[in-house]
């Protein structure tokens, strides 16, 4: 049993993922090995949402996903505040860019995804309006504060905070997503948990299947371990790849920028497939609180950790969207409380927001 149990491609992937970016980071490659990378990264990814499932499975909803949330997000920052730190100007926009990609993917994308998916399998996909809500409010709040106002200040010439500012954003970053986690994992937890059609809150079910036993303690550890390492590999990966990405674009006739929504999206692979498969199960709950609690996520620990990083920065914190930008998110925050507000859902609403993410991949090509 142990040794199937470390013979198995989930354990293997991670691991040797890990292995070959030990072995190339920092390293221009070869194009054959650019494509090993990409392969392993892609294993990566599914031994990613394999382990969160396990996860998931011991320790339930809404913990399940906000444990895969949480993880690739404080990955996503680590990575984040290291290039920002050795990447000199260029990188004066990438806090940014990359967040406001998360925010547009995780809200059309992965949301407009799994409303398909469900609705697709039921007709109508149903979830909790209640927590759903809540979790947009909150995700609204976040990207406004962080990515919209400083673009309206008057205490710098650019689209940045002053110190003060920035400090006082993420301050209220940090703590509304805290906050945010205590209601959804305390006293209003059945908010966030999968719904039947009539609208009451399914039996405590915490696979989906409803008779596949819940795997034990050690099994539950040694997968979250597991996840932690498919989801440095995939991150890492990602980076590794990043010059061919850039090449690719620049080959193209693409605004580099481009590159940050390419490695945006392989970055939140991992959630996404889990979101399908949530949904394909019927349990479109879960596939929103992986969408908006990554979005969430994104926010109120990147603007806290680069508000202490810009300590050792040199050069402004662009910080501020443009108004392109803003029309988008704008339109993606009114698209979604109308979504969200009758919890239910047809293949129009995720239609919708399928192509307001298809707008925003459009014009970060062709701004």
Wanted: glycine letters at 8%; charged letters at 10%; proline letters at 5%.
């Amino acid at each position: 049993m142990i040794r199937s149990r470390l013979t198995d491609w989930t354990t293997v992937a991670p691991l040797v993922a890990v292995l070959v970016l030990v072995m190339t980071w920092g390293r221009e490659l070869p194009g054959p090995l650019i494509f090993v990378v990409a392969a392993l990264l892609a294993a990566a990814v599914l031994a990613a949402v394999h382990h969160a499932e396990v996860v998931a499975h011991k320790v339930g909803e809404p913990y399940g996903s906000l444990v895969l949330a949480v993880a690739v997000t404080v990955i996503e920052v680590g990575l984040i505040v290291t290039l920002m730190i050795s990447g000199g100007d260029k990188t004066q926009a990438l806090a940014r860019d990359t967040v406001f990609a998360a925010v547009m993917i995780t809200c059309n994308g992965i949301l407009g995804l799994s409303l398909l998916l469900g609705a697709l399998r039921r007709q109508v996909a149903v979830f909790n309006p209640e927590g759903t809500g809540g979790a947009l409010a909150t995700v609204a709040t976040l990207a406004t504060l962080s990515m919209v106002v400083p673009t309206f200040t008057t205490s710098r010439p650019g689209p940045e905070f002053s110190p003060a500012q920035l400090a006082f954003a993420a301050v209220a970053s940090l703590a509304l997503y805290l906050l945010f986690v205590m209601v959804q994992t305390g006293r209003h937890r059945d908010y966030f948990l999968p719904v039947t059609q009539e609208g009451s809150i399914l039996a405590e079910d915490k696979t989906g299947d409803g008779h596949a036993e819940p795997p034990s303690t050690r099994t539950a550890l040694a997968s979250l371990a597991l996840l932690v390492v498919a989801l440095v590999a995939v991150v890492g990966d990602a980076k590794t790849i990043s010059p061919a990405i850039e090449t690719a674009v620049s080959a193209a006739n693409l605004p580099q920028a481009f590159v940050g929504v390419v490695i945006a999206l392989l970055v939140l692979l991992p959630e996404t497939l889990a979101a399908a498969r949530a949904a394909r199960r019927d349990r479109v709950q879960i596939s929103l609180n992986l969408a908006l609690g990554s979005a969430m996520a994104s926010i109120g620990l990147t603007i806290p950790a680069i508000a202490i990083a810009s300590i050792w920065l040199d050069g402004p914190l662009m910080l501020g969207l443009g108004g392109t930008q803003m029309t988008l998110l704008a339109l993606t925050a009114v698209t979604a409380v109308l979504t969200v507000v009758p919890g239910r859902a047809t293949v129009l609403q995720g239609g919708v927001h399928l192509v307001l993410l298809a707008a925003f991949v459009f014009l970060a090509a062709s701004p």
